[in-house]
């Protein structure tokens, strides 16, 4: 979590080569992808991505288009539209959230 917050990109693709446990869940259910979303650690944003984070996990705040629009990061939405990702089709398939 300290390496997404800190947007330590290096630390992170170490420890996934080390076969660490990228997609564990904080106390909160927070994800290691919502924590850098929340920090506006748009490099490790992306690395995060290209490994298959969970985008569609949530915590109890939402998921990480919740904690973008808290911390109101343009940046973060750009990623998640660069990666196309589903999320913003997301009502469609659960019918809980709408965008």
């Given at each position: 979590?300290?390496?997404a917050?800190?947007n330590?990109?290096?630390?992170l693709?170490?420890?996934?080569r080390?076969?660490a ?5 904080g106390?909160?259910?927070t994800s290691i ?16 991505l290209?490994?298959?984070a969970?985008?569609l996990?949530q ?6 288009l919740?904690a973008?629009?808290?911390v109101?990061d343009?940046?973060?939405?750009r990623?998640?539209?660069e990666?196309?990702?589903a999320?913003?089709?997301l ?5 809980a959230?709408?965008?």
């Amino acid at each position: 979590m300290s390496a997404a917050k800190q947007n330590g990109v290096a630390a992170l693709w170490t420890l996934h080569r080390l076969g660490a446990n990228l997609y564990v869940h904080g106390v909160f259910g927070t994800s290691i992808l919502q924590c850098a979303v929340m920090s506006n650690a748009h490099d490790t944003q992306r690395v995060l991505l290209e490994l298959g984070a969970e985008y569609l996990s949530q915590d109890s705040c939402g998921h990480v288009l919740h904690a973008s629009a808290t911390v109101g990061d343009v940046q973060t939405f750009r990623t998640l539209m660069e990666f196309e990702l589903a999320v913003l089709e997301l009502a469609a398939k659960e019918g809980a959230v709408y965008w």
